[in-house]
């Protein structure tokens, strides 16, 4: 804060003594003490009051910073759940062409598609039909 060495301390005691004499001088170092120490905690409270308002605006920008990056996770997710769920509209929309039921539950539409699936299976699984009147090879 100050710089003040020993040589302008013992200084401004000698014109203190001089001036107040050695009745009053005590009671005068003890006030100045006073106001001094009183000005210290004032100012160290003004500097933590600052850092932490530094500090809370800084983790302000930080959570800013991620809310944005939340965002645009979230809308390309959002795009990505879009993309996927309009092939399928699209499907929905042939079967309902097709003149499908639609009030069909998912599970009923998926036993649907597994029993198609099984007779395709069947269907290749069988083994080729020999004719017996062909000739060897």
């Known amino acids: 804060m100050f710089d003040i060495g ?18 009053r001088l005590p009671k005068a170092a ?3 003490g006073l106001w001094i120490g009183k000005t210290k905690r ?5 500097q933590r009051e600052i850092s932490a308002q530094l500090e809370a605006e800084d983790l302000r920008q930080k959570l800013d910073e991620q809310q944005k990056k939340l965002d645009d996770s979230l809308n390309q997710v959002k ?3 879009e993309g996927i769920a309009e092939p399928e509209h699209d499907a ?4 309902q062409h097709r003149q499908e039921p639609s009030s ?28 017996k009147d ?3 090879r």
């Open 79 to 81: 795009r990505g759940v």
């Open 92 to 95: 929905q929309d042939a079967r």
């Open 6 to 23: 020993f040589l302008e301390l013992l200084l401004l005691g000698v014109v203190g003594l001089l001036v107040l004499g050695p009745e």
């Open 134 to 136: 062909a000739p060897e």
């Open 42 to 46: 004032t100012v160290s409270g003004m």
């Open 104 to 131: 069909a539950t998912p599970e009923q539409r998926l036993d649907d598609a597994l029993s198609r699936a099984r007779e395709g299976a069947d269907v290749a699984s069988e083994p080729p039909s020999v004719d």
């Open 30 to 32: 003890r006030t100045l």
